[in-house]
């Protein structure tokens, strides 16, 4: 089972940005440590980009040969409405994940353009949101996907 995690803009900067929000971790460093191990029998690929146009060519690219995106859209969460629009186009299914509750937060974060597109949406708990993401595509049978 192959799945693409996916994250956009600033989530490259996890462990440095805000650490009271997000912690003080890298996200490269909790995927390789804890994600990667936890599951052993799937393919496993992380991208990330601050660009918004490379977020659509990439969700393009694997849109229709993956089983599963997970994908923290950062920032664009609540703006993009080209994202939906590529997450509706596509046929690999998408978990949207974040980091922090977005819905505990500014008004302006509690619109997402991903969620209505999404299978589901996991909010607020930590990088632990992509292994809970990762556990919803683990449980499905490969046929189903
Ligand atoms: C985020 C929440 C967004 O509102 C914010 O812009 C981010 C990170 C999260 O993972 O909690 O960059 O997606």
């Known amino acids: 089972m192959k799945i693409l995690i996916l994250n956009g803009p600033n989530l490259n900067l996890l462990g440095k940005r805000e650490k009271s929000i997000y912690g003080s971790r890298s996200f490269e460093d909790y995927y390789e440590k804890d994600l990667v191990p936890a599951f052993p029998d799937m393919e496993l690929e992380y991208f990330q980009s601050n660009v918004e146009g490379i977020l ?65 949406s996991i909010s607020g708990f930590g990088l632990e949101s992509y292994r809970l993401a990762l556990q919803y595509f683990e449980r499905l049978k490969p046929s189903k996907v």
């Open 56 to 120: 659509i060519d990439k969700l393009q690219e694997v849109g229709y040969h993956y089983q599963g995106i997970v994908f923290n859209a950062g920032a664009y969460t609540h703006t993009s409405l080209a994202l939906m629009d590529t997450i509706a186009a596509i046929e690999t299914p998408v978990v949207e994940v974040h980091i922090s509750n977005v819905f505990a937060r500014e008004a302006a974060r509690h619109v997402t353009f991903i969620g209505g597109r999404a299978v589901g």
